[in-house]
């Protein structure tokens, strides 16, 4: 093992035992109900131009051993709740500002041509599952049955999806599943750039209404995606992440699972991570 793999093998295991436990709780009206974007200062939810590709350092901070920088915003002492740091990913000129409602942004999906795979698709898919949902779920781009259907993981892989998601006690209602992109690559190959600082946004947008405690990225495209970093997966597993203020647990794309099952093993050891930071941070006692 060379001194770079043994340094970032201790990093991991130090941030594994030492990581971010501090509940999340949902900013809450007088009367307890959860707070929404539309209902926050605008101060609160500051625009500053943003793609994934831009998010970087501040000039002279420099990144860590394995060149990945740290993600804006998302130290220690910040005055913005993670949802309006999030939302200020949005590029400050998109129409997305104006939405206040999920099914605003899913009409906005639906109705217009971002790149050209939005006009080769049979189907937007937009996401599924509960608005108010605690865990969210991201992976990387619909298939041909999410194509097809227009909701995202709903052929073998959504099915193993939904077993692992009951075998750490969650169904698939009681959370909210989406993908980087909404509209289906051909061919299933990986996102290209331009297509993810397109529909990123989108995404940015859904996570600043539903206001998940935590994330759960399934596949290496969706972490690389949202931590601005190009791990492989295995090296970015087993720790959580600090993504502008959430935490956010990277594992194996269920289809992987269906092409290699001896990753099935460590996937139950995350997903078993997950319940249990899930549990500290939401105050689950059951």
Request: aromatic share 4%; with cysteine; hydrophobic share 35%.
């Amino acid at each position: 093992m060379s001194l770079l793999e043994e340094l970032k093998t201790i990093i991991e295991h130090e941030q594994q035992l030492a990581g971010p436990v501090v509940p999340l709780p949902h900013p809450r009206k007088e009367d307890g109900r959860r707070m929404s974007a539309s209902d926050r200062k605008p101060s609160e939810m500051a625009r500053s131009p943003s793609s994934p590709a831009s998010r970087v350092a501040p000039s002279g901070k420099a990144g860590d051993l394995f060149g990945n920088r740290p993600i804006s915003g998302s130290g220690v002492g910040s005055s913005r709740s993670p949802y309006a740091r999030i939302h200020a990913l949005i590029p400050a000129e998109s129409p997305l500002h104006e939405m206040n409602t999920l099914e605003e942004v899913e009409a906005f999906v639906r109705d217009n041509v971002l790149i050209p795979l939005d006009k080769t698709r049979k189907n937007p898919v937009f996401g599924t599952g509960n608005p108010d949902a605690d865990l969210m779920v991201i992976g990387e781009a619909p298939g041909a049955d999410e194509d097809a259907q227009g909701e995202p993981f709903v052929g073998r892989a959504g099915m193993l999806l939904n077993k692992i998601l009951a075998a750490i006690r969650f169904a698939r209602e009681e959370v909210y599943i989406a993908n980087i992109l909404k509209s289906r690559p051909p061919n299933n190959r990986n996102p290209l750039a331009e297509e993810v600082n397109a529909h990123a946004p989108i995404l940015y947008k859904q996570i600043a209404l539903i206001q998940p405690k935590i994330l759960l990225c399934v596949g290496r495209t969706s972490a690389t995606t949202l931590l601005d970093r190009q791990d492989s997966l295995g090296a970015m597993r087993q720790t959580f992440h600090d993504f502008h203020g959430l935490p956010l647990l990277v594992t194996y794309h269920p289809a992987a699972l269906l092409r290699n099952p001896g990753w099935k093993r460590p996937a139950w050891e995350d997903v078993q991570m997950l319940r249990e930071r899930y549990d500290r941070l939401t105050g689950n006692t059951a």
